[in-house]
């Protein structure tokens, strides 16, 4: 096994030992909540985005994805008819 699938290989057991949850907003590895940055929102395909994460504690990165649904119109303006 090469270097890198040694390191993955670690990784995706430490993850699997810890039993973390997939939950927004919690850094997946340590269980960090709140010390997170994110970037900007990336588009998919139409109905879902991701937000590009790390984790300021243990310094873990990955991918935050959510499934857009309508929730209201807001603002709304009309134009005035003459």
């Known amino acids: 096994m090469n270097n ?3 390191q993955l290989s670690k ?3 430490t993850m699997n030992n810890n039993n973390q949850q997939h939950e927004q907003g919690v850094c997946p590895c340590c269980g ?3 010390n997170i940055d994110y970037g900007a929102i990336t588009s998919l395909d139409g109905d879902s985005m991701y937000f590009e994460a790390v984790c300021n504690e243990c310094e873990a990165t990955w ?3 959510y499934t857009l649904t309508f929730d209201s119109h807001e603002q ?3 134009t005035n008819e003459q």
Do not use: M, Y
Request: no cysteine.
């Open 4 to 6: 890198n699938n040694q």
């Open 11 to 13: 990784i995706n057991t």
């Open 32 to 34: 960090n909540e709140g």
């Open 63 to 65: 991918e935050e994805h």
């Open 76 to 78: 709304i303006q009309k």
